[in-house]
């Protein structure tokens, strides 16, 4: 049975960093695709960035890129979402989700999904 399981969520002011983790179990997180994904209430789902098979090849989208880092500890099994100068329209619940093979930006073609954990950036 896979699970993921998102901590580091919680509540900063502007400037400020968190570091999200997702943990797993059930699969290898270096051998499929972790990406991130943030969802607000009435706004659609946004791919953060996604770190690939193997390499650990990094991509992010242009609203993060250059604040937001992901990273990937093989030995721990977790993938982490480090976040600095955080705005508060970085306020989001986070999600990590795993794919296999390729990465992708669509959250629809990810198959596993962990909880999620709220980020709040006050101004």
């Known amino acids: 049975q896979v699970q993921l399981v998102e901590s580091g969520g919680g509540s900063v002011q502007a400037g400020g960093s968190l570091r999200l983790s997702c943990t797993a179990s059930?699969?290898?997180?270096?051998?499929?695709?972790v990406a991130w994904f943030r969802q607000s209430p009435g706004k659609q789902r946004e791919w953060v960035g996604n770190i690939h098979i193997g390499d650990g090849e990094t991509k992010y989208a242009d609203s993060v890129k250059g604040r937001f880092t992901i990273s990937r500890d093989d030995a721990k099994n977790t993938a982490y979402l480090s976040m600095t100068g955080l705005k508060p329209e970085d306020t989001s619940m986070y999600y990590c989700a795993t794919r296999d093979f390729n990465c992708h930006t669509v959250g629809d073609y990810f198959d596993y999904w962990g909880q999620g954990t709220q980020v709040s950036v006050s101004s």
């Open positions: 059930g699969l290898t997180l270096s051998s499929v695709c």
